[in-house]
């Protein structure tokens, strides 16, 4: 990686030097006319692949119409996609805004005005995990707890108690008569691929019921069918009050949503919460548009289907090349690979041979296709890893 970006681009990224000019379905296209397979999927967020013909439709469409009208009028549209998405899901409303991390702002806003509303302002602070990330705002980063985001931003926002992921007792230690909820990711994507446990989950909202807290879930990575369902919620059988949306619910075009209960959103009334892009009418009918392919029969069960083959295949590799790769974690099309090498050397690797894939934490590297991948491209995807390890096993075998 370099940080050879654009001389005007603030270089707050560590860019590869690879551009695309085009992509198709799992395809990318680079400006050097190389074709890239994308396990990337711009980090879960291009759930239907590139220059999906539906997605192109509805944007087309919407283009000739309506760019934006902002929320002090009504949304039509908007209204049947927050219908949709609550007919889907646990929520009574849904806000809409531009990204993860203000899904997550309006989670935290939601929660603490829930209590305030009932006369209890005090009761403010949010218990987090050890291994999150739920955005780059000042709030989130609080939330998220990682030194190495939060080094120079000054004193982090008060209010938010992390603690290891998957210990109860500490959780129950970690209540307090400031405490007004828990969040949590049902799966850790930039923290490495870890899940919580269907137990764990369940034991949260046991106590929060019996503590009087709402239990919001960050569903960013893990939301619009990338473990398998629509929402890795609904697999755990463990319903949240309040949760997260964003990354592949508009396809590739920026759109998040904070979906909470009528009760857990009781405090929420005009003029607590807005957003002028919000909800605008690209956007909605991106997402719309996404909804209507991933609600036709058989769409999860393809999910399903691919996710069990590319664990089985990412399995054998493993058995091959155990001094490069040692696990396979993840449900449905959000998958770790933990290396036995360092995970930005089996990142590049792969990308030499032409098969992109990302990062997280705990040395884990992530592949995260398009939901509408086939079984040739995953057959196709696992060569690509092969070649990758054999490739870093005579280096190492050089090295020593």
Sequence with gaps: MTNSAAPHLLPVFARSDLGFERGEGCWLIGTNGE????????????????????????????????????????????????????????????????????????????????????????????????????GRTLATLAATGSAKYLE?????????????????????????????????????GEGGVRSATPAFLKALRQLCDERGLLLAFDEVQTGMGRTGDLFAHRR????????????????????????????????????????????????????NAVLDVMLKPGFFDHVQKMSLLLKQKLASVIDRHPDVVSEVRGEGLLIGIKAAVPSGDLVAALRNEKLLTVAAGDNVVRFLPPLIVTEAEIDDSVGRLERACTALSGTKRAAS
């Excluded at 990337?40 to 283009?63: C, D, F, I």
């Excluded at 009760?263 to 002028?276: D, K, L, N, R, V």
């Design 35 to 134: 074709r890239y397979l994308d396990f990337t999927s711009g980090v879960a967020v291009n759930a239907l692949g590139h220059a999906h013909p539906a997605l192109v439709k509805a944007l087309q469409e919407q283009a000739t119409k309506l760019w934006h009208m902002s929320n002090l009028f009504q949304s039509p549209d908007g209204e049947r996609l927050a219908a949709r998405l609550c007919n889907e899901s646990f929520a009574d409303f849904v806000f809409f805004c531009n990204s993860g991390a203000e899904a997550l702002e309006c989670v935290i806003k939601i929660v603490r005005r829930y209590h305030a509303a009932k006369g209890h302002p005090d009761r403010y602070r949010m218990i987090t995990f050890e291994g999150a990330f739920h």
């Design 152 to 188: 120079g931003f000054g004193p982090p926002m008060e209010g938010f108690d992390q603690i290891a992921h998957g210990d109860l007792d500490a959780v129950k230690k970690a209540i307090g008569p400031q405490t007004a909820g828990i969040l949590i990711e049902p799966i850790q």
């Design 236 to 287: 755990l059988g463990v319903t949240p009050d309040v949760m997260s949306l964003a990354k592949a619910l508009g396809g590739g075009f920026p759109i998040g949503a904070c979906l909470a209960t009528a009760e857990a959103a009781s405090g929420m009334t005009p003029g607590s919460h807005g957003s002028t892009f919000g909800g605008n009418p690209l956007a909605i009918s991106a997402a």
